[in-house]
């Protein structure tokens, strides 16, 4: 279903989560960013393992939750944040940030909710809702290639 740049994917499964995110991570060209919106538990790392998986990373990813930023080598860079922890995004780590958000690799960023408007803008956003045992995602972005992945997925 789309309605506009929204594209709405019931994700039933861990696996159907990852398989989502391989078909993104297969699409994905260097500049993309996505930032995932959700609950705990909404599947956002989940969808990060697929990530890296589409853009052959071959080494497993888990959550950065103890720092702020995972790196991995794959076609592309995938730089994989988690800003949880953080109360605010400092100005400091904010162009750290901003030299990948606006690089040559792919960046997914976990409780992108945190991120100030200006990084926002022109990234593919997906939100998260947790049902009880399954997941529904709601991508928003201004890319067709992105979108058209997400839907045959
Ligand atoms: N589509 C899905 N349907 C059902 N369970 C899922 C789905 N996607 C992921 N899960 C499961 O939900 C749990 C939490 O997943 P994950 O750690 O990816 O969530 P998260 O959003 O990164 O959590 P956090 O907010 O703590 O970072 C895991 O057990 C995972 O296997
Ligand atoms: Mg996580």
Not at 2 to 9: A, L, P, R, Y
Not at 23 to 44: N, Q, T, Y
Not at 48 to 63: H, K, M, N, Y
Request: charged content about 30%.
């Amino acid at each position: 279903m789309t309605d506009g740049d929204s594209v709405f994917v019931d994700v039933p499964t861990p696996e159907c989560m990852r398989a989502l995110g391989e078909a993104l991570g297969r699409a994905a060209r260097a500049g993309d960013r996505f930032l995932l919106e959700g609950p705990f538990g909404a599947g956002k790392t989940t969808f990060v393992q697929g990530l890296a998986e589409g853009l052959d990373v071959p080494t497993p990813v888990s959550s950065p939750s103890f720092v702020i930023e995972n790196q991995y080598r794959g076609r592309l860079m995938l730089y994989h944040v988690d800003l949880y922890r953080l109360e605010r995004v400092e100005a400091e780590l904010w162009e750290s940030l901003e030299e990948h958000l606006y690089g040559e690799g792919v960046t997914a960023v976990e409780w992108a909710e945190k991120l100030p408007d200006q990084l926002r803008d022109g990234a593919t956003l997906l939100r998260f809702e947790l049902r009880d045992t399954s997941r529904r995602i709601a991508l928003v972005s201004p890319e067709e290639r992105l979108r058209s992945a997400a839907a045959a997925a």
